[in-house]
DNA sequence: CTGGACCTTCCAGTAAGGGGGAAGGTCAAC
DNA sequence: GTTGACCTTCCCCCTTACTGGAAGGTCCAG
């Protein structure tokens, strides 16, 4: 298959199927006599994973990490196990902090309702901030 | 007082300011006769304020335009409200798909702890993702 | 008068994940 | 034989908020 049937099969453009393969996620495809990529059927699993691991929130580069173990014959099991639990306590941490944040926030947008412009003082920028 | 003074009075860089000098944040200060930026002490009230529309989740753009509204004579109130009120929406939306993504993320490390790597098909990438 | 701590401008780069578009080759249909 | 839809490589651009460094000017102490 083409990168364009692959592309529209994986739900992305040729673009980024090639960025990939820069990138080093997908690995280089036979090429036509002609230069054009000819992909395998299992390219389009390959896509479809990495497309799983940023749902799941990881980064190219350790969609990488995972893929270059998995090419070099072994399973990546512990090594996802490690991404997944540092990836779960980041996330701990980034939602306790939005939490703050909204509730910072909140208080803030309530003051600015409450307050007319006409009391604000010239001197500073926003009574509210 | 000269930039490295402001710059460590609102615990920040001589870069940084100059960086938001060109962002359109902070003014262009009085130069000394040798070109040295020379700013007055209410520079520091506006770095500070900077600093504390990022601690509210604005970016500099979004703060840049509570700037010129200020700069412009005018109570920028209903602005900070409207942006503030936008932030809040953000943040409801972030914090949902952070919460979903956990529940994701929690599921996917359950498995990956219960099953044994030479149960996984070698024609599959990672069976936990 | 020299050394070091400041200051100036400008240029380049970072992470992440691509997008835009040029200049050119290829393939199938009409 | 010529459109039009593909494909190729290449290089630059975008976002956000800075950071680093080079080359050069200034100021003050010893």
Redesign the pocket.
């Known amino acids: 298959m083409?990168?364009?049937?692959l592309a529209e099969a994986a739900g992305?453009?040729?673009?980024?199927l090639?960025?990939y393969e820069d990138e080093g996620l997908l690995r280089p495809a036979h090429r036509?006599?002609?230069?054009?990529?000819d992909y395998r059927p299992e390219a389009l699993a390959r896509v479809d994973f990495i497309h799983r691991g940023?749902a799941a929130g990881l980064?190219?580069?350790q969609i990488r990490q995972i893929l270059d173990i998995r090419d070099h014959g072994q399973a990546p099991c512990e090594h996802v196990r490690n991404l997944l639990d540092a990836r779960l306590a980041d996330l701990e941490q980034q939602i306790t902090q939005l939490l703050e944040l909204r509730d910072t926030i909140t208080q803030l947008r309530d003051q600015a309702t409450q307050v007319e412009p006409d009391t604000c003082s010239a001197d500073q920028v926003c009574r509210y901030l």
């Open positions: 083409r990168i364009g049937e992305t453009t040729t673009k980024t090639r960025f036509t006599p002609a230069g054009y990529r940023q980064t190219l580069a």
